[in-house]
């Protein structure tokens, strides 16, 4: 917001302008100081000589006429009269006055804060009680520099004994509507300044909550001038040197030169001198330029009188200028005819390629077929091969069945075998038996006696136990053959347990020198491929025959970007990535060529150069394609592995059940062929899911990638993943080694069951076989006894148990006939199953056999029409690449053409050339006129064209010389113009400020009953006062300042001191010691004269300084007055007591 000014006086209307303005504010004198200091011409002081004043007289015709000052002197009495008739009450102003002053560590102050009142403050005290520090602490701060103090020369003289630094900080009051930036300060401006004695000062700008703002000293330049506060106007501020002065010893030209730059004026006619300076060094150039034009029209004049003497030859230049056209767009003709052969060619290229394209279109649909019946054949072959895997599995399966019928059977026979021979010992036992009974018997009827019987029951009981002990014996030795059968089936499940281990062994210790390999070849990507890979491709590059350099290993120019895919995708391409791609027949042989030169054989691709577009053919965003985690650095790569393997509309998904369910779920995906998915048992290996020719779900595994990797990746990831491929390796290790030793440990405890049963085996045979001797014991008591007739019941219990015997027998082996039958009939059925087996297995090889050549003739059909189609896309570049040829040809003849235009153009519009004529001809005719003008020109030592050039040209110049001049002569006019009316308008001002103050003068000496009067002589700079302090003598003109008392004259001094206050814009005064020369009742009468003038001067703030006591002061509502404590002598530091 711009600043509000504020005039202190009553101007007349025709003085409202830019010095009146400048005289009653701070802001436009402000800036013109700077203007003055940051590089005008300097103006010494005294500005006031006579040679000067001839120098105005130029440019002003006078100071107003006596009518016009007396008039002014009336108005300004007249003004003065009613200001001090009124009796409105005097209010502060919302904005640029001062608040407070602290100060830290400054002059004689150790850290004092004086608060400053809205109106007028006196600040008292005796000598040496940092009084004027205050002041001096004002302007420092507001910007002033230290030596306008007439306190010191440098800030570090400022800094308190002892210290080493010291600040100032002055409060400023904004609010109101003049307010600067009151969004940013708020209501009150802090301005703080630093300094130190090492030399280091500075500004901070703060807000009203204490937040620094700025630190630039421009930044409060701006706030002084919006708030007129002209701090270093002698008038403004009035140090105790300067008031001393003024008041005290200054003369009429002193009063003069106050006066002057108090009001501003001085630095106005500072500014017109300057002015006057240019309009003096204008004119100087204005004599040089009339000099110079003088020159441009002789110049010109001489042109034109050479190109009148060339004008005579002008029909010569005629006929050379018509050649001169026609020989222009005769080349122009030549090349339109070329022009249009071009079209003509290119023509025909375009009907050679849409012909071939629609052979490569026709071929890629015979392709496309051709690769869906190859995968499908294929698909189906893989399946075949599924099914006999499956029925040789099957086969294995009723082999071991049939195995284990056989060795059935072949104990069956045995068992048989073995009931035969014992139904043939039984029926000789029982043939025994009977005939030692009828013996008995015979015998029996011969003896008597009863002492065998009790033997013969002993007998009976023995023989109970040996019987026992055999049966234990004899089942237990039954067992016998399970025990031993059980240590080759443990022996068995050792060997089938131990062969995995070595093999997962071997896997570990491949997967480490795996990991050991990646990580010593981290950066050498060529290790994946073959040995002499390096040499094969700096033979490729040495080879200057290709007509386009073959591309590869593929695996360089591919970077996966989800390396936990790797294996699966290097083993689905298999031997793609370590192929080349070529895009013609003939690259291809010399590539070949190459690689047996290096013995380093790799696949070859045949690709081209054609554009291929696979966003409509691929899935939804949502899935994840193996295009979409490869960065592909090559469009032939990217084409071929499209071409190849789908891999646009082939989708990665983690999880095998989540896989399962996008592909065979309800909704089909679109365009998905295939998926591949982890294994659940690791992610080394996959499983690819894909359709069937009929739209049947098809399941393939895919194995580990056992290489390194050939495209490029994350090498840390690759690690990782291994790492962690093999921590599972070496868990399923941990497994199979728990499974080999439980195996161990069921085959020890078999052996362990053989060796126990051994050890009770034979306690087992010596229990029955003391059994057999207790009975041979027995019987042979028995057969001493001289009666025997126990043995006839012993012959009978004999005979009947071999008869149960033979029955048990012949029972065991009616059981073994018919389990021998059972296991002859599973026998032939095993037998049966396996040569039904053996037939399906020999039809479904037949069958895989029939779909694997028929995939293989697919396959050779598929890469035949891929051929075809490759170079059906190889003769479409040829052409396209042709018609490229023929048209950058056409191109670069079409900019020569235009070219050409543009030239002839430039010559003339187009004209039709002459018949017959060619551009020779022309060209002939055209340098014989040539050679013609060439003579002439000698004569004139130069061409038509550079005369008539030089004729314009100085033309041009001296018309522009012309127009300068006058243009420099206008602005001079004008310039004297406004300066004659500035300086009249500036002599106005002068004499209505002097008369303001002489009214202003006369009044304040009548408070005091005095009579007197300023004059002012503008002519010879000179301001003085004549006072009559005796109001009784008639004679009014009053006595000099000298013939006056120290109080009258201090007195006097004053109410000058305030007319001048009156006609500057600044909010506040300062005076430092105004009363200094004053006694007691003078100091009363110029203290009370100072507020009454305060108080009608309405919102500014006075700062007083007296050496007087608070006492003598009548304080107000209005009136802020302290008094500083008076220094204790001859101690260290000085206290200030806050009154």
């Excluded at 110079?292 to 002789?298: C, E, F, G, R, Y």
């Amino acid at each position: 917001m711009a600043p509000i000014k504020r005039p202190s006086a009553t101007l007349p209307d025709d003085s409202s302008d830019d010095e009146s303005v400048a005289s009653r504010t701070g802001q436009a004198s402000s800036k013109k100081r700077r203007r003055t200091d940051d590089g005008r011409p300097h103006v010494r002081e005294d500005v006031y000589s006579s040679e000067e004043e001839r120098d105005r007289s130029r440019y002003y015709d006078g100071t107003p006429d006596s009518d016009e000052e007396a008039g002014y002197e009336q108005n300004a009495t007249q003004a003065v009269r009613d200001k001090y008739r009124e009796d409105a009450q005097n209010a502060p102003m919302d904005c640029g006055i001062l608040e407070s002053v602290h100060v830290i560590n400054f002059m004689c102050h150790e850290n004092y804060m004086f608060d400053l009142g809205p109106l007028i403050n006196f600040i008292c005290g005796k000598n040496g009680s940092g009084k004027s520090a205050i002041l001096t602490a004002i302007t420092l701060c507001l910007g002033g520099k230290a030596s306008s103090t007439n306190r010191g020369q440098s800030l570090k003289s400022f800094i308190k004994e002892g210290k080493e630094n010291a600040s100032i900080t002055v409060r400023i009051r904004n609010e109101g509507d003049g307010a600067y930036l009151p969004e940013v300060y708020g209501n009150t401006i802090m301005v703080e300044r630093y300094f130190s004695r090492s030399g280091t000062s500075g500004f901070k700008l703060k807000s009203q909550q204490n937040k620094v703002v700025s630190v630039r000293k421009a930044e409060l330049d701006e706030i002084c001038d919006h708030f007129a506060l002209q701090i270093d106007n002698p008038m403004n501020v009035l140090s105790q040197d300067s008031a001393r002065q003024f008041i005290g010893s200054s003369s009429p030209a002193d009063k003069y030169r106050f006066f002057v730059k108090g009001v501003q004026l001085e630095q106005l006619d500072q500014d017109y001198r300057i002015v006057e300076e240019n309009l003096d060094n204008s004119e100087s150039k204005l004599g040089q330029k009339q000099d110079d034009v003088k020159i441009l029209k002789t110049k010109m004049e001489k042109a034109k009188q050479r190109l009148a003497m060339s004008d005579r030859h002008e029909g010569i230049r005629d006929r050379q200028r018509n050649f001169r056209r026609q020989l222009a767009w005769s080349q122009v003709e030549e090349l339109e005819r070329m022009a249009e052969n071009y079209e003509v060619a290119i023509q025909d290229a375009n009907r050679k390629i849409a012909g071939a394209e629609e052979v490569a279109a026709k071929l890629d649909q015979d392709y496309q077929a051709a690769d869906q019946e190859s995968t499908e054949a294929t698909e189906a072959y893989h399946r075949a091969e599924e099914e006999v895997r499956k029925i040789e599995d099957e086969k294995k399966e009723a082999k071991a069945a049939q195995d284990e019928i056989m060795k059935g059977v072949r104990d069956a026979q045995a068992d048989q075998r073995q009931l035969r021979e014992s139904l043939k010992n039984n029926e000789a036992v029982i043939k025994a038996r009977r005939r030692e009974i009828e013996e008995e018997k015979e015998r029996l009827a011969e003896l008597d006696g009863g002492g065998a019987a009790v033997r013969l029951a002993q007998l009976e009981e023995a023989q109970a136990n040996a019987a026992a002990a055999h049966r234990a014996y004899e089942e237990h030795q039954a067992l016998r053959d399970g025990l031993e059968a059980r240590i080759p089936e443990a022996q068995q499940e050792c060997r089938e347990r131990d062969q995995p281990l070595r093999a997962k062994r071997d896997d570990i210790e491949r997967r480490q020198r795996d990991i050991e390999n990646l990580s010593r070849d981290r950066n050498q990507q060529d290790g994946a491929f073959h040995v002499k890979m390096p040499a094969l491709i700096r033979a490729i590059q040495n080879e200057r025959s290709f007509a386009q350099p073959p591309v590869g290993p593929v695996g360089k120019y591919v970077r996966l970007l989800k390396p936990e895919w790797s294996s699966i995708i290097e083993k689905s391409f298999g031997q793609t990535l370590s192929s080349f791609i070529v895009t013609s027949k003939n690259d291809m042989n010399i590539l070949n060529r190459v690689m047996n030169q290096v013995k380093c054989t790799c696949p070859i691709i045949i690709g081209n150069n054609y554009a291929l577009d696979t966003t409509p053919n691929e899935p939804d965003q949502q899935f994840m394609t193996v295009l979409r985690i490869l960065g592909i650095d090559h469009d032939l790569v990217r084409k071929q592995l499209v071409i190849q393997h789908g891999i646009e509309q082939t989708i990665l998904i983690a999880d095998m059940e989540e896989a399962s369910e996008v592909l065979y779920g309800r909704d089909r995906p679109r365009n998905v062929k295939r998926c591949y998915t982890f294994d659940p048992n690791t992610k080394r290996r996959g499983l690819h899911l894909t359709y069937t020719r009929s739209g049947e779900a098809s399941q393939d595994p895919i194995a580990e990638w056992n290489g390194a990797p050939r495209m490029r990746t994350d090498i840390e990831a690759q690690v990782r993943l291994r790492e962690e491929a093999l921590q599972q390796s070496r868990q399923q290790l941990n497994q199979l080694e728990n499974a080999l030793r439980s195996a161990r440990d069921v085959l020890e405890k078999a052996k362990q069951a053989v060796t126990r049963h051994k050890r009770r085996e034979a306690e087992l045979k010596v229990s029955y076989q003391q059994a057999d001797d207790e009975v041979e014991r027995l019987q042979d008591a028995i057969n001493q006894d001289s009666v025997e007739g126990g043995k006839l019941d012993v012959l009978k219990q004999a005979l009947t148990e071999a008869e149960e015997a033979k029955a048990l027998d012949e029972g065991s082996f009616q059981d073994a006939v018919v389990a021998l039958d059972e296991k002859k009939r599973q026998l032939s059925a095993a037998k049966a199953e396996l040569t039904r087996l053996d037939q399906e297995i020999a039809v479904l090889q037949t069958e895989s056999k029939k779909k694997e050549a028929e995939a293989q003739r697919l396959s050779k059909r598929r890469a035949t029409l891929l051929g075809d189609k490759n170079a059906a896309i190889v003769r479409i570049d040829d052409g396209k690449q042709d018609r490229a040829s023929i048209q950058r040809e056409s191109e670069q003849h079409q900019i020569k053409l235009a070219d050409f235009i543009e030239n002839a153009t430039k010559v003339s519009p187009r004209i039709n050339v002459d018949e017959g004529e060619t551009y020779q001809s022309l060209k002939l005719k055209y340098e014989k006129l040539q050679r013609d003008l060439q003579r002439y020109d000698n004569q004139l030592r130069s061409t038509r064209e550079q005369i008539a050039l030089e004729a314009a040209q100085t033309e041009e110049a001296y018309r522009n010389g012309l127009q300068q001049m006058e243009d420099l002569e206008r602005l001079g006019q004008a310039l004297k113009n406004a300066l004659i009316t500035r300086r009249d308008r500036w002599a106005k001002f002068r004499s209505f400020i002097s008369a303001r103050a002489k009214a202003q003068f006369t009044y304040l000496l009548s408070e005091r009953s005095f009579r007197g009067k300023l004059y002012a002589d503008h002519k010879h700079k000179l301001l003085d006062i004549q006072v009559e302090p005796d109001i009784t003598k008639r004679d009014g003109s009053g006595r000099g300042a000298k013939t006056l008392s120290g109080g009258e004259k201090s007195f006097s001094q004053i109410c000058l001191l305030l007319s001048i206050w009156e006609a500057m814009g600044s909010p506040i005064r300062c005076l430092d010691e105004f009363d200094v020369y004053m006694d007691s009742v003078n100091r009363k009468m110029s203290i009370d004269l100072l507020i009454s003038a305060a108080r009608q001067s309405k919102g500014r703030q006075f700062i007083l300084i007296t050496p007087g006591s608070k006492s003598e002061i009548k304080l107000d509502s209005d009136i802020h007055a302290k008094e500083l404590a008076p220094p204790e002598r001859g101690q260290a530091t000085i206290s200030f007591d806050r009154v």
